[in-house]
């Protein structure tokens, strides 16, 4: 009786060490996931409070690229963040960079930020910690609380510092301004270029400070006619190469830009002007809403529209050498370069008389936009009225 007594009290008090041990067990174990968004949850194991509390929060493991009228970043990321908005706020932990392009970026005070800050906004205020920053914007402040690990690279038009930069601030500013009776709060030294020196109190600045005024030189005759004369050049070169290219590759396109200068000059410029406001505008609303493929084919259509609004110019010139030299009765290639080349030395020189040149310099892009649409989407027109014009030509 008093052996199986034992063994009861022996298996009793195994059974009750193998539940301590995996309550023991179970207490110390991790939830993992292979996703990449993680609920991470802390246990508490303090002797005084027995009630298990969770602490969850959101790991992105990954770049995230938020493009949106209001970014909000409040998860741990363990990769870069490209925002683009009007208004962003970030209050997470970022494992890399910052790239922050709207009009008001917010670092609040509980972020961190283990990489640096490229911003260009409005304005902007940060209250949390970073490495360095890089920034240009209207108005940059810095939080009491806030500290930069490393280096500030500042533009803005005004710059208030009342957090820690720990090593040496670059800045260009018209407005500096440190809270009274700071100290220490540049560890390293300061640069600032302005148009007039700040009285800086003694201390703010651990290290040396250097200023470097502002200064606008005014150009010489000379190397105003020089610049000029290199745009001109400049100009005229892509312009040959524009109208060499149209000459080898679409023969027949420049009688296309003739016949639409001569009958559609006011609608090429109303098709012109259309054309930039839908899709600047298209873009930026599809930047907004769509997703990455649909953000990808705008960017491509932006790209487009750009290489068309760079050769509007050559356009223009093409369609007046053609005129000008049916005209005169001369339209072999060499005179319709050189035609070309002189209209668009002539379009130069006017865009350098005061008002006037500004006025030349925006109608004449949009009509040659304007040719360039009109010729893509009434073609099958264009390409009959060009044969048309070809054989009269040809029988006068």
């Known amino acids: 009786m008093k052996r199986n007594l034992k063994r009861i009290l022996a298996l009793s008090i195994l059974l009750i060490m193998l539940s301590l041990a995996t309550i023991s067990m179970a207490s110390d174990a991790v939830p993992t996931s292979d996703d990449n968004t993680t609920p991470n949850v802390v246990t508490s194991t303090d002797d005084n409070n027995t009630t298990p509390t969770e602490n969850t929060y959101e790991l992105i493991a990954s770049d995230i690229y938020k493009a949106e009228a209001n970014v909000i970043i409040d998860q741990t990321i363990d990769g870069n963040v490209f925002a683009f908005g009007n208004n962003i706020t970030i209050s997470g932990e970022i494992g890399g960079d910052v790239f922050a392009c709207g009009g008001n970026v917010t670092i609040e005070e509980n972020a961190y930020i283990h990489g640096s800050i490229f911003a260009c906004a ?230 350098l008389i005061p008002y006037l040149g500004a006025l030349v310099a925006f109608i004449v892009p949009m009509i040659g936009l304007g040719i360039i649409v009109i010729n893509l989407v009434m073609k099958k027109g264009l390409d009959d009225k060009s044969e048309e014009s070809t054989t009269v030509e040809e029988t006068k």
């Open 122 to 351: 409005k304005t902007l205020t940060l209250n949390g910690i970073c490495y360095d920053v890089y920034a240009a914007c209207g108005n940059f402040t810095m939080g009491n609380k806030s500290i930069v690990a490393r280096d500030i690279r500042i533009g803005s038009d005004a710059i208030y510092i009342s957090g820690l930069v720990k090593r040496d601030a670059y800045i260009s500013t018209e407005q500096l301004v440190f809270p009274d009776n700071a100290s220490g709060l540049i560890a390293g030294n300061l640069e600032y270029s302005a148009h007039s020196e700040f009285d800086i109190v003694e201390g703010v600045v651990t290290g040396n400070t250097k200023y470097t005024p502002l200064t606008v030189d005014e150009p010489s005759l000379a190397n105003k006619i020089a610049y000029h004369t290199t745009n001109i050049l400049a100009s005229l070169l892509y312009v040959l190469a524009v109208t060499l290219f149209v000459i080898w590759l679409a023969p027949n396109f420049k009688e296309k830009a003739g016949t639409i200068l001569k009958k559609k000059a006011p609608l090429s410029f109303g098709v012109g002007i259309l054309t930039c406001i839908v899709v600047i505008a298209g873009a930026f609303i599809l930047l907004l809403t769509a997703g990455n493929l649909v953000a990808g084919i705008s960017v491509a259509g932006v790209t487009l529209f750009i290489l068309a609004l760079t050769i509007s110019k050559a356009i223009f010139g093409i369609a007046c050498a053609k005129l000008i030299n049916t005209k005169l009765g001369k339209d072999t290639n060499i005179m319709f370069i050189l035609t070309t080349l002189l209209v668009v030395l002539v379009l130069n020189l006017l865009k």
